[in-house]
Every structure is written in C-alpha cells, then in structure tokens.
C-alpha cells in the first residue's frame, strides 16, 4: 500500500540525540512521581513495581536491546535510542502482565469482547468510553433500544447479557441482523456494528452499507488438520480470492480450496498468501480499507469456508498466510470504526495525525491499552480461529513514521529511521506484536512491507530489532520494470542486476519477487503484457507464428523469474496468474469502468488449454519450484556471484550447491565459455530455459555432463566451460 520510495546503503553516519524528555524517560520508568502517563506509550506502569519488574521476567526480552550493534557498526551512534526503546517495550510488557495477567491473556480479548454465547444467553462487551448509553438491539428484539440496554465499568466498557429464551434456547436467531446503538456526548443517538463482529454482509440492492450478522450456526466447521510451521525456504503464492476464476464475477472461498488449492500444490509452492480476506466495504480497494477486522470477507461466503480452504491447504502441506492490515482502516462511519463512540478519538488519534491524507483513512492510536488491545486480540483471533501460519503486514512504512512516506524519498541515511522521523507508538506495537506471535506460536512468520529499509526491522525483538522474519524486497520488482520500459536488451546492466538483487540487510531475511499485485494494478502491467504486449492477443497460439517478440518474452520471462528466485533472497513470492504469463492487468469493478470484472480475474483456462503458449510458462515455473524443494537454496548461506560480464551479458553465481548461468545478450551464443566454481568434479544440468518442454530450442544437451578443471578463475579454484545460448539460463548440479 505504501508509495514505493527506494532504499538504499547508508550514506554516512552522523550523531542523533534524543529529545531530552525521551532521554529521561530510560533512567527510571517506576519512581513514584513520574509525569509519565499510565497506560500509554510513553507512561510508566499501572502501578509502581520492583527492580524485577524492571529486568523483566521473561529471559527472551532481559537485555538492552543493544543486541543488534553488533553486527551494524553504523548503529553505535544510535545505541541511546535502542536501549530507549526497547526500554519502552519493557514498560509495555511488564504494564500488561501487571494490569492484565500477561500478553497471552490481554491478547484473548475477542473471548470477551462482542457477542459469545454462553450458558445464561448471549453476552455482548464493547469498549466505547465517549458513550453516554448503549444498548443492543437487532431482528431478536424488534430493534427496541430499550430493550437490552448495556451497563458500563469504570474503563469504558459496556456490557449486556440477552438471557436464553423460556425454552432455554439462545434468544438471538443464527443469521439475524444486530447493532449497537449509543447516545453520544452530544446526545446524539447513532447506530454501529459491533467492533468484534465476525461476520457481517452487504446487499448492494439495498444499500453498500454493511449489516452486522449473528453467527452462531448450529455445525461449527470441525478442523481435520493442525497448523503448519512454515518451510524453512519459503516459496510463497501470492492470492485474493474474489478474482480467482476466469469468470466475471467474485470467486468464493470453496471455488478456491476447490480449483486454486490444488494448482498451487501442483506448481510446488508451499505457503499461499491470501489478500483481502479482513472485511472491506469497497471492493476496489483491493482488501485495504478495512471496516470489520475480525470478519472474513463475505464477498467469498460464510467464515466456516475460509476455514475449510485453511485446512485443506494444511492437508496439501501448504501454509497459509493472511495479509493484515493493521495500518490504518477505512474512513466509513455507519460500518466502520470511524467516530465508533461519537467522538473523533475512539480507535484512533484525533484530528490531523489520525488520518492518512493520501488514503483517506483513519491511523490508529497505538499508544492506547484497549486499542492495542484489540490489535494484538485481533492477530490472535485469525490465528486462533482460522488457523493462519504466519502474517504479512501492510503498509509497515506508512506505520513506522510521522510522514507515512508521504513524499519522501529515503536515502538509507541512518537519522532517518532513529530521530524525530519516526513512529515510536508504531514501531513498540510492531515489536508487541512480533513478540507475542513468536512467542506464544514458535515458528509463525511474519513479513513487513516496508520500502524504507529500516535497519533491524527483521532482527528478533530480543536483540533490539522490531522482530520481524522478512521484509519484502519492493525494489526488485521496480528494477525489472524500469529496465523493460527504459533499456534496450542490449543495455542491461549484470552489475546492477546483480547488486538490486543481493542487496539485502546483514542478518535480515527477505522475500523477494518479480512482480507482485501491485506491479499488475490499472496503470500498471504485468511482466508478460510488459515483454509481449499486443502480440499476447494474436501469438500466443501454437498454431501461430512464433514471432521475434514473443519468442524474446517468453525466453525473458523464464530468466527474469529464475535469476530473482536464485539470486534474490531468502523466500520467494508470486502473484496468482504471473506464473503462466497472464496477459493484461488488474482493474476492480468500479464507477470508472462501468462496473466491469473484466480485468478483475484470473484466466487459469490458458494454461489448460493446449494449444496455447502459457501452458510453457507454467511447466516452467513448476520446475523451478520443484527444483528449489529438492536443493532449498531459499535458506542455504552459500551465495556467492562469480561473474558480471557486461560485454557478454553473462550473469553467474553458485547458491545451493548449484551452479548458476545466465546469458542475456539477445544475440550471442558461447562456446566452451568459463565459469569459475568452488566445487572440484563433476556437473550436470538441472534445470535449463532453452527446454522444448518449455518452449525453449534445445539447445542444451542436458544429457551432457560438465567437469571442471582445477584452474582458477573468477577468483574461484577452478572452472568449468560450458554451451550457453542467447537470452538462455542454465543451472548445474555439483554431483559429487
């Protein structure tokens, strides 16, 4: 979501302070007296505490968070502000175990909070402190307000029991509508869904506002499977469900785990990423404005389908991961969080830096106990209740600092991640949130979105870092782009190519990809409508000619994705459709295109039918997966670039006990061309882009094996010489 500003290496280094009311805020958070406010970001604990409080008793988090220095000798000049906030976190910690009984229980807040039914009735909690009433009302009582009127506590938290009938059946019918109604400060009556709904629905003949649901059917979905500790070498497929059929129209959760799922364990990916799962009133904002952020999409069907996708994809041995948005959420009133309790202030920061001025949406208050609260519960409830694997989150830039990213273009400058720039509310949430998810499920995943390139955002919250396991390498997909659109073939720069792709942060896993669903967005194409174009609609037959451009995109294609999943980092990310080359790009139904789904789906029928091309591309991309589960090179540490050649065009480096060869001059084939190696012996080819399996001219011999000569070169100990055609890959096998 977040603009996509480059980051690069630090430039120089140069001395950062801490605003002297911070720096004093290190010294002793628990002296009686404080002025420090309890409960917020920047107060001390609920109550005073001792030295063990202090040090903290959890052994994971009883450092400094100073940790991370000392593998980032440019973060010495900012070790105050490390030791600062972690410190912070502490206080955060230690005030939740105090006020709440630890992070586990604080995080269960949808157990207590919104509708459960229990043995009495139907118990029903809001938080909503600027309200001066409330009640419960919906089809069960006539819309009466009042009938069930609410009681609050001294926190702000309203409370009502709807007793079971006479019969001693629950009062509230399954699939009936309910609301909350409050009486404003101003004495104004208004009208919400409750925060904690799971399901809510939308009749756009009506109205395109969404209604609350009581959900309580009578066969919960029983789950066959348990979670999955993601792979190690993580090869993720990028989905949203709802343009997921060749039809106009919104696919369904069951269409998925019916037609998608199976695909997706075919190509070999072992997570499936799914976007726009978290309840939206707007279709076209692709999932992120957000009104209700414990319901799953009822676009796709009933919260019981997403939960057999997630556990047949645990079946096929497929992880799967939600797209959170905890960002910002949708400026929407009547179905949204906006103006919740009537005032401006309820969820998120009041006036100008509780809205984001580009999206149009409302910035959270992460400084706030019962706001966090709910952002912590609400992780816990996907996980809990659906059985998700691991989180990506969105738009960490726009989290993490004042500006949001908002014309900003980061230099990699260090100052511009430790000093008055940045979020500190945010990033202490991050951490919290990283935390508990590794905390309380060892081996859960989580991904930042985060173009600034902020340093120890994916070192462990124990070490100082925010705890994040990946970031996504957003720059890659902008390189391969600005090269399709700017340079000539002939132009492409090896050492640039090389550099954008292993350019990654000591110590900080990322993900990388060609191109994601952003680069596929109206205004926008995908790498194959980039590389083949117009042609796409006419070539793509095997019945038609096979012409210069499309032989040239489908051989790019291969090698563009090859030497990112190879080169690029430790995961590696596709967006549905990208794999088989889907022509075109994504445009939701929307007022500017006449409310077309034309280019709001995915057109998986080219890749079944066998006369057309795609059906290369695809067997292409299954081989590269496969090959990658054979020798996880995601996960090896063994990378090293051997040659850039920018007359040839040739591109080499070894990286999971294989050789890897890529020639790009779009004219010139070698013979007996040297490449330098590490591994004395025998090789042979695992996996070539020339294959006729993959529309390639075979060219390659693959029968042929390779030895290597113990001369040096390329500053490796020996080299082996190898065929390698115009715009073709080949990656050797070290057999012995």
Not at 249 to 266: C, K, Q, Y
Not at 353 to 378: D, P, Q
Not at 707 to 720: A, D, Q
Request: net charge negative.
């Amino acid at each position: 979501m977040a603009g996509k500003k480059k980051c690069a290496k630090p430039k120089s280094r140069e001395d950062s302070t801490i605003p002297e009311k911070e720096a004093g805020v290190v010294a002793d958070p628990a002296i009686p007296g404080s002025p420090l406010l309890p409960g917020n970001f920047e107060g001390a604990p609920t109550k005073n505490s001792s030295s063990s409080y202090l040090t903290g008793s959890d052994p994971d988090i009883s450092g400094d968070g100073t940790e991370v220095i000392k593998t980032d000798g440019y973060l010495e000049d900012h070790r105050d502000y490390f030791g600062w906030r972690y410190a912070h976190f502490k206080r955060w910690v230690r005030d939740i175990e105090l006020s709440e009984g630890g992070i586990e229980k604080y995080s269960r807040g949808y157990e207590s909070f919104g509708l459960h039914v229990t043995a009495e009735g139907v118990r029903y909690r809001e938080w909503a402190p600027g309200a001066r009433e409330a009640s419960l009302v919906g089809d069960f009582n006539g819309w009466d307000v009042a009938a069930n009127p609410m009681k609050r506590n001294d926190y702000g938290v309203w409370e009502v029991v709807v007793p079971n009938t006479d019969a001693g059946e629950v009062a509230i019918a399954h699939g009936s509508h309910i609301k909350v109604t409050f009486v404003a400060g101003s004495g104004e009556r208004i009208y919400r869904l409750p925060a904690w709904s799971t399901y809510v629905t939308q009749d756009l003949s009506k109205s395109p506002v969404y209604e609350a649901v009581f959900y309580n059917p009578p066969n919960k979905y029983r789950f066959k499977h348990k979670r999955q500790t993601p792979a190690k070498d993580l090869r993720i497929y990028e989905a949203h469900v709802g343009i997921s059929s060749p039809e106009g129209r919104v696919a369904t959760f069951g269409e998925f785990t019916r037609n998608v799922l199976p695909m997706i364990s075919d190509l070999g990916y072992n997570a499936v990423q799914l976007m726009a799962v978290m309840e939206h009133a707007y279709y076209a904002s692709f999932g992120y404005q957000v009104t209700s952020f414990f319901a799953p999409s009822s676009r796709y069907g009933e919260p019981d389908d997403l939960r057999e996708l997630i556990d047949t994809a645990h079946g096929l041995g497929i992880s799967v991961f939600l797209d959170v948005v905890h960002s910002h959420a949708c400026n929407n009133v009547e179905d949204g969080l906006n103006q919740y309790d009537g005032t401006d202030h309820c969820y998120f920061h009041e006036g100008a830096r509780g809205r984001h001025e580009l999206w149009n949406s409302r910035l959270f208050n992460y400084g706030h106990h019962e706001v966090t609260r709910f952002l912590l519960s609400n992780l816990r409830y996907w996980i809990e209740e659906f059985g998700f694997d691991g989180f990506r989150f969105d738009g960490v830039t726009s989290m993490m600092y004042k500006h949001h990213g908002i014309a900003y273009g980061f230099s990699g400058h260090y100052d511009e991640y430790f000093t008055g720039n940045t979020d500190e509310e945010a990033v202490v949430y991050l951490m919290l949130a990283n935390y508990m998810c590794h905390k309380l499920y060892p081996g859960f995943v989580t991904i930042a979105e985060d173009v600034s390139g902020m340093p120890a955002l994916c070192r462990s919250v124990s070490e100082g870092g925010v705890g994040f396991d990946y970031r996504l390498t957003m720059s890659v997909p902008d390189m391969w782009i600005k090269l399709l659109k700017e340079s000539r073939d002939e132009d492409w720069s090896m050492e640039q190519i090389a550099h954008q792709l292993t350019n990654r942060r000591y110590q900080e896993r990322a993900i990388t990809y060609c191109e994601s669903h952003d680069q596929a967005l109206v205004g926008d194409k995908t790498l194959a409508f980039w590389l083949m174009d117009k042609e796409m609609y006419t070539n793509m037959s095997d019945a038609t000619e096979l012409t210069p451009t499309i032989e040239r995109g489908m051989a790019l294609h291969k090698m563009i994705r090859l030497v990112t999943c190879g080169l690029g980092g430790e995961g590696y990310m596709t967006f549905e459709g990208n794999e088989f080359g889907h022509p075109e790009w994504l445009d939701f139904p929307r007022e500017g295109n006449g409310s077309s789904f034309h280019y709001a789906r995915r057109q998986f029928n080219l890749v079944h039918d066998e006369m057309l091309r795609y059906k290369y591309l695809y067997r292409f991309d299954r081989a590269m997966m496969r090959l990658e589960q054979q020798h996880a090179w995601l996960s090896a540490h063994d990378q090293w670039v051997t040659l850039k050649h920018e007359g040839d065009k040739v591109l080499a480096f070894e990286r999971g006990g294989l050789l890897w060869i890529f020639n790009f001059h779009p004219a010139n084939s070698y013979s007996d061309y040297r490449v330098g190696v590490a591994w004395a012996g025998k090789y042979t080819v695992a996996l070539s882009t020339d294959d006729p399996q993959f529309m390639g001219q075979g060219r390659i011999d693959t029968s042929v094996a390779h030895f290597s000569t113990p001369l040096e070169w390329n500053g490796r100990p020996n080299f082996v010489q190898v065929y390698i055609p115009a715009r073709t890959a080949i990656v050797l096998r070290h057999e012995d």
